[in-house]
């Protein structure tokens, strides 16, 4: 996204960073993600199939899987427990984690099953009532958007994430992803020869829509109006 200002001369910039508005239940929400969880919820229950077993007992063959260090098993039964109890936040939770320990035989396997841990977290993120899940939910997604290269969906999830419980190696991992890939200016060229100078700004982000106006953040010396431009 590039920003234009066109003026004589420029004094100062100041920038803005908005962001969009959540519901107030959960601050995290994503339209693709809740589209996803549809589509999740019906596959896993098409996948179940008939479940004999009551949801207690295939809980206890989770276990089981999991002590054998069987993931594919381990999240086929954790299918079968989401099929009869869609609202157990904790075993979304637990898919998510599974997913995430698979090893992918190639690209497209690994960016399904990024998709898939993405889609279980964001589940058990809007259902769990509990602190701690959520926050452990907000780091797999977190860290699901960042194996992606999706930069702002990472850097959201992780600074919810550490708003609900502060951890260090989380924080360290935010702060990291902050300075590589946050919201920056990249670059700036000023053309002070033309007939109507201007100065160009480079972010890393795409800014608002252009119906947003912009000249209430930029300052230049001797103007009380400067126009402002983004592409």
Do not use: N
């Not at 958007?145 to 502060?166: G, I, Q, T, V």
Request: charged share 30%; net charge neutral; with cysteine.
């Amino acid at each position: 996204m590039i920003a234009i200002v066109r003026a004589g001369v420029l004094a100062a910039l100041t920038f803005l960073v908005c962001l969009p508005s959540f519901a107030a239940d959960k601050p995290f929400q994503r339209d693709d993600l809740a589209d996803a969880s549809i589509r999740l919820e019906a596959q896993i229950k098409s996948d179940a199939g008939a479940v004999t077993k009551p949801a207690a007992q295939l809980r206890r063959d989770v276990d089981a899987a999991f002590d054998k260090k069987d993931f594919r098993s381990a999240l086929q039964l954790l299918g079968q427990v989401l099929a009869v109890a869609p609202d157990d936040a904790t075993s979304w939770l637990r898919l998510a984690r599974t997913v995430r320990q698979l090893r992918p035989s190639d690209d497209r396997e690994r960016t399904l099953l990024l998709e898939r841990a993405s889609t279980a977290a964001y589940i058990a993120y809007r259902r769990t009532a509990d602190r701690g899940e959520e926050a452990d939910a907000l780091l797999i997604l977190g860290r699901s958007f960042a194996d992606r290269k999706l930069w702002r969906p990472a850097l959201d999830a992780l600074r919810l994430s550490l708003e609900l419980r502060e951890v260090a190696d989380v924080r360290m991992q935010y702060e990291k992803l902050r300075d590589d890939h946050g919201f920056r200016l990249l670059d700036y060229t000023v053309d002070a020869d033309s007939a109507s100078p201007r100065a160009c700004f480079q972010f890393s982000e795409s800014l608002a829509g252009k119906r947003t106006d912009f000249a209430p953040f930029v300052s230049v010396g001797g103007q009380d109006k400067p126009a402002v431009s983004a592409d």
